[in-house]
């Protein structure tokens, strides 16, 4: 099988449990919610993922990368959260963008040659994802995602939740 289906689907699946997990933080209070002060929140880490996603894009079609100005002081590495909700957007705009740069990075994907996929990874990704080449990305995209579902579910259960997928 094809690495771009493998990408799209863990990419997919991923976002899948991610956006369940969200159904459950309805309030700002739970949008802002850390199980300890050093932890992320769920404001933090749909803006980041939305970020990341936009990075991918850039990697193969600079062209497709947009982003917010200002975000990359709220949301990127070396961020620091902010005490002042009020320095964060909206939720409805942060949705969006979160969700429109994955249906990109997807939709991008099912574009991409066996040339591109077999570039090498760009130099300043390579140590963060370890990508023997460009199309490992796509699998680290998931991956990094991962790592912030299993925040989102320890929040998730503090804010005194049910676990998504319980026996009975």
Request: hydrophobic share 40%.
């Amino acid at each position: 099988m094809h690495l771009k289906l493998h990408a799209q689907y863990a990419l997919k699946r991923a976002r899948g449990l991610l956006e369940q997990i969200l159904e459950s933080f309805e309030t700002d209070d739970d949008w802002f919610f850390q199980v300890h002060p050093q932890a992320n929140h769920a404001t933090w880490i749909v803006g980041h993922l939305g970020l990341a996603d936009n990075m991918f894009i850039s990697c193969f079609r600079e062209n497709l990368e947009t982003k917010p100005d200002g975000w990359d002081d709220l949301f990127w590495f070396g961020s620091q959260l902010r005490e002042d909700r009020s320095d964060y957007p909206p939720r409805a705009e942060l949705l969006v963008y979160f969700r429109d740069r994955r249906e990109r990075l997807i939709d991008m994907i099912g574009g991409l040659t066996d040339e591109e996929l077999a570039l090498p990874a760009p130099d300043e990704m390579s140590p963060i994802a370890g990508a023997p080449c460009a199309g490992h990305l796509l699998l680290f995209a998931a991956l990094h995602e991962n790592t912030h579902i299993g925040q989102l579910t320890v929040a998730h259960r503090g804010l005194g939740n049910r676990p998504l997928f319980s026996p009975g």
